[in-house]
């Protein structure tokens, strides 16, 4: 149990390439960070970095109190989990879970105390006796947790270490994981590039673009006030549309169609509109709406997935299953979901509208959606 | 592995036959043959043989010359096995530190080994010529005058150096190799778990390495009982009497010199039963303590 400082941290592999640049986290005892970012962002690089497998460039790493930038990876007391697992593949599980604790001392008797409790956790009772090589990749996987598991550590580090798994195991393995850093309250960095994992383990959510941080903040809060055109459209599935669009004053335009901001001008001229699918619904009687002409349909059970084009810029939209679809929709959006980014830099303009206090009847009066056709 | 479909059923063995006939010319009907001829006593200048059962391998026992040369050889083996071993094993693992993620330096490094044994085993015969060899040299700085082909203890000496010089690159190499594919992440998840390195040596990169370590044990075995015999025709330089030489190349000496072909061949049987038995023991007990990945 400790807090993670990641102070203005850099590393320049060998050859000059930058992996990660000036990245600075305050971490909390007990907090569920998640790394989060396309392929190459350098997760793992940092993530590495806090293990000490890799040499820190510049800047401080400290686990608790003390700066770990020159401690031996076996000192920090971190227990690191690996996409592959990584795990022995000469020794049993038994011995697997055992081996950090012996080689630090540890008494005959508590370590089989600790490993007999970590199995239990775990439900590894069955297979200590086996040899890695005749597990199954869960089961594998809960080998993995259960080395860190034992040591009882300061941190726990992952790397991506469900993404070997199918996709149904995934999802309850990540609902392990969750249950298993709340109970043991672990401060834990974890690693991914899947959205969704991202949003629903994290305490507070890190997304990294090209070395440094775009943004950090809980899930939700990135989810509603992406900081970039980066984060929007790499956090939330269906991923955010991102259209060009003029402002003018108050008034929005977006390819034909017009919408009134109520007062609300966070810039002027060209900038990117975002629009997130599930915020655009069909447009009800009367009310002010845009066509999208309809490409093609996604059907996902739960909700279709609407392709089209709005002007001559591609758009979708999640609607309910039961929605009705001809060659062209009517759509509207509370104007209070509508997030704004500078078009230069991609950085997000403004916190958008404040959203009405009561719903329903104020919504729609305070922003009013002008169909321009 | 891949599935292959022959368009005849015939096919594969017209493919095996080149491998198939090269072995049963070269090592079959050799080794009947000298069975066969185990049993007979040659007359020395060709005119015919006569069989005499079991005599020829009654003499070989109980000739104390013999038992002398099996337990050189026995020496021999053991030295050179252990030494060339480790040795090679000590470089790799040096090597592996250098040249770890970076594959173009480990392919020169290897490739500069694959040429070099043949090299190898005549730069280290050299090293103890009498007149030009470094070796001999330094060893008479040290009041040590060398004899080597002359002095029993010095060609023994001279002998397992050279046969240990010239085997390290071999094992050099495989060892090499079964360093570089212990997985990267495993070596890291015991970098954290485990402070010392030499004791995660022992404990993770050996253990992985066994299969390897195992496979060379055979082999080096196996090339310390034979493939020395240049090394020692050179060093002996045909005055084997009161040099140290092994049973194969005593093997040689009764049957091309000594024109004894049945005496000879009883020999070679004997060397090949043991072989078979050591081979068997190898895989039997050893093989049973190795993890294969
Ligand atoms: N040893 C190395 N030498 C040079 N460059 C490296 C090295 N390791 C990684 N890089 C580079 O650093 C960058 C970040 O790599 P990193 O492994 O941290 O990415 P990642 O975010 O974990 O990606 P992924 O999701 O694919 O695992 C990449 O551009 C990569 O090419
Ligand atoms: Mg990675």
Redesign the interface.
């Known amino acids: 149990m400790a807090t993670i400082d990641i102070n203005q941290v850099s590393k320049i592999y060998t050859g000059g390439v930058t992996a990660v640049r000036s990245v600075d986290i305050n971490i909390a005892d007990g907090e569920f960070i998640v790394l989060v970012g396309p392929s190459g962002c350098g997760k793992s690089t940092l993530l590495r970095m806090v293990?000490?497998?890799e040499v820190i460039s510049q800047g401080a790493v400290r686990i608790g109190d003390r700066v770990v930038n020159d401690v031996?990876?076996?000192?920090?007391d971190?227990?690191?989990v690996?996409?592959?697992y990584?795990?022995?593949?000469?020794m049993t599980v038994y011995e697997n879970l055992a081996?950090?604790l012996k080689?630090r001392g540890t008494p005959k008797a508590e370590i089989a105390e600790r490993v007999a409790e970590a199995a239990r956790m775990l439900q590894l009772e069955p297979y200590l006796e086996r040899?890695p090589?005749a597990l199954s990749g869960g089961q594998r996987q809960r080998v993995a947790m259960g080395?860190a598991i034992v040591r009882k550590p300061a941190a726990f580090l992952f790397d991506e270490p469900l993404s070997n798994l199918d996709a149904k195991l995934r999802v309850s393995m990540r609902g392990e994981i969750k249950r298993l850093q709340r109970r043991l309250g672990t401060t834990s960095i974890y690693v991914t590039h899947d959205q969704l994992e991202a949003m629903t383990l994290a305490d507070r959510l890190v997304v990294l673009n090209g070395g440094q941080i775009e943004q950090i903040g809980a899930p939700l809060e990135v989810y509603h006030t992406p900081a970039s055109t980066f984060v929007a459209s790499f956090i939330g599935s269906p991923a955010m549309n991102l259209v060009k669009g003029d402002l003018h004053g108050d008034r929005l335009a977006i390819g034909p169609a017009m919408f009134e901001l109520g007062g609300y001008a966070p810039a002027s001229g060209p900038l990117t509109v975002g629009l997130r699918a599930e915020d655009l619904r069909i447009a009800r009687e009367g009310e002010v709406s845009f066509a999208l002409r309809v490409d093609y349909v996604e059907e996902l059970g739960s909700q279709r997935l609407v392709h089209g084009t709005l002007g001559d810029q591609p758009l979708t939209a999640a609607l309910p299953p039961e929605t009705a679809l001809g060659d062209a929709i009517n759509l509207a959006i509370p104007p209070d979901r509508l997030h704004f980014f500078a078009n230069e830099t991609g950085k997000r303009i403004g916190n958008g509208l404040p959203a009405p206090t009561t719903p329903a009847a104020e919504r729609l009066g305070a922003g009013r959606l002008v169909a321009h056709r | 592995m891949k599935r292959v479909q022959f368009s005849s059923p015939y096919l594969p063995y017209v493919f095996l036959a080149p491998q198939l006939a090269v072995i049963v010319i070269f090592f079959y009907w050799p080794s009947v043959q000298a069975i066969q001829s185990s049993f007979y006593l040659e007359d020395p200048f060709g005119f015919g043989s006569t069989f005499v059962g079991l005599s020829n391998y009654a003499d070989a026992f109980a000739s104390a010359e013999y038992g002398r040369i099996a337990r050189f050889t026995v020496v021999f083996t053991g030295l050179v096995t252990f030494f060339s071993l480790s040795l090679g094993l000590l470089l790799a693992v040096k090597a592996d530190a250098v040249i770890r993620g970076n594959a173009a330096y480990k392919t020169l490094l290897i490739s500069v080994y694959t040429i070099a044994p043949p090299v190898a085993g005549l730069i280290g015969m050299m090293f103890f010529d009498q007149h030009i060899g470094p070796f001999v040299k330094i060893a008479a700085f040290f009041g040590w005058e060398m004899k080597v082909g002359l002095n029993y203890v010095d060609t023994a000496f001279a002998m397992v150096v050279v046969a240990v010089w010239k085997q390290i690159p071999y094992n050099f190499i495989f060892f090499l190799s079964g360093l570089q594919s212990v997985?990267v992440?495993?070596r890291?998840?015991?970098?954290?778990?485990?402070?010392?390195g030499f004791?995660r040596f022992w404990?993770?990169v050996l253990?992985?390495l066994?299969p390897t370590a195992f496979f060379l044990l055979v082999i080096n075995i196996t090339y310390s009982l034979f493939d020395t015999f240049g090394i020692i025709d050179v060093m002996v330089k045909d005055k084997a009497a009161n040099n140290p030489i092994t049973l194969v190349y005593k093997v040689y000496m009764d049957g091309f010199r000594g024109n004894d072909i049945g005496g000879s061949s009883a020999q070679s049987v004997i060397l090949m039963v043991v072989v078979f038995v050591l081979t068997i023991l190898q895989f039997r007990f050893i093989e049973r303590r190795v993890?294969y990945?």
């Open positions: 293990a000490g497998l031996d990876p076996a000192d920090r971190i227990a690191m690996f996409q592959n990584a795990l022995y593949p000469h081996y950090g080689n040899r090589r080395r | 997985p992440s495993v890291e998840a015991a970098a954290i778990d485990c402070r010392s004791r404990t993770v253990p992985l066994a993890h990945t």
